[in-house]
């Protein structure tokens, strides 16, 4: 420790005993009392800036990507109230077809009902020919197809073919995305061919909806025979063909009665 003293101000008296002046005195520390901080304790103040900022973006980022997947979820799952969609497709039967008189074209009305795992499709008579009108049902919940020929006014009962019929979701998403004109299905046919089997007395052990539909109506079970692309043309005099999309490709129901 260093003391500097200084002499007493002028024009003062001195008090005190003869010789000793009033002084004023300065401590100053030496270099060996100043304590040094040591560098390691000193606030990191940039790193901690770094660290801050990232975090924020972290949490800002994580709570957009919940918005989006939130806002995708309710439009998707929760929000889609426009569950009824009218289609109209142009397809190719064959390559004779399409070099001979063009494509034809399906149309056909949707509802789908996503709580209940059903697809409800209408297909009105076609402009050209292509099958005969129908309603359809495609209930996943009780793993059934039913079709409704019009022209027939008759129920035929298939089990759901679920590598072929999307499900009710996917469909929906596929319809919705073909309405904005942002996509369109490709256009072959793929042909089931069935066989008559059994009438079925009572329909109400085939689910809600099939009941509604094929109530009063004579119904029949069906067996499939093959799923084939190339369309079979023979036997055409005991078969009815029903078109319908349901894919991204039209789907087509050869029912063919029972030798």
């Not at 409800?120 to 008579?125: E, H």
């Not at 996917?170 to 089997?197: C, D, F, R, S």
């Not at 809600?208 to 069906?222: A, E, M, W």
């Not at 025979?225 to 894919?247: E, F, G, P």
Request: glycine share 4%; aromatic share 6%.
């Amino acid at each position: 420790m260093v003391k500097i003293s200084l002499p007493a101000t002028l024009g003062q008296k001195p008090e005190k005993a003869e010789g000793e002046a009033d002084k004023t005195e300065i401590l100053i520390p030496a270099a060996d009392d100043v304590q040094t901080v040591p560098a390691g304790t000193r606030t990191p103040t940039l790193s901690r800036i770094l660290c801050v900022t990232v975090a924020l973006v972290i949490l800002l980022s994580t709570v957009v990507l919940g918005i989006i997947c939130t806002y995708k979820y309710y439009h998707l799952t929760q929000a889609p109230r426009d569950n009824f969609f009218r289609c109209t497709v142009l397809y190719d039967e064959d390559a004779i077809s399409v070099q001979n008189r063009g494509r034809l074209q399906l149309e056909e009305d949707v509802e789908i009902r996503l709580d209940d795992g059903v697809e409800l499709i209408n297909v009105p008579v076609p402009e050209f020919e292509g099958g005969d009108a129908a309603n359809i049902i495609h209930d996943f919940y009780q793993s059934l197809t039913a079709y409704h020929d019009l022209s027939l006014d008759r129920c035929y009962i298939i089990e759901l073919n679920r590598t072929i019929i999307l499900p009710p979701r996917n469909l929906w998403e596929l319809l919705a995305k073909m309405k904005l004109g942002t996509y369109l299905p490709q256009t072959y046919i793929i042909q089931e061919e069935m066989e008559v089997t059994e009438q079925i007395g009572n329909v109400h052990q085939l689910g809600s909806f099939i009941r509604h539909l094929c109530s009063g109506k004579k119904t029949y079970k069906l067996k499939r025979k093959s799923v084939q692309r190339i369309i079979d043309k023979r036997d055409v005099k005991n078969c009815h063909r029903i078109r319908h999309l349901a894919n991204l490709f039209v789907v087509e129901a050869s029912i063919c009665e029972k030798e």
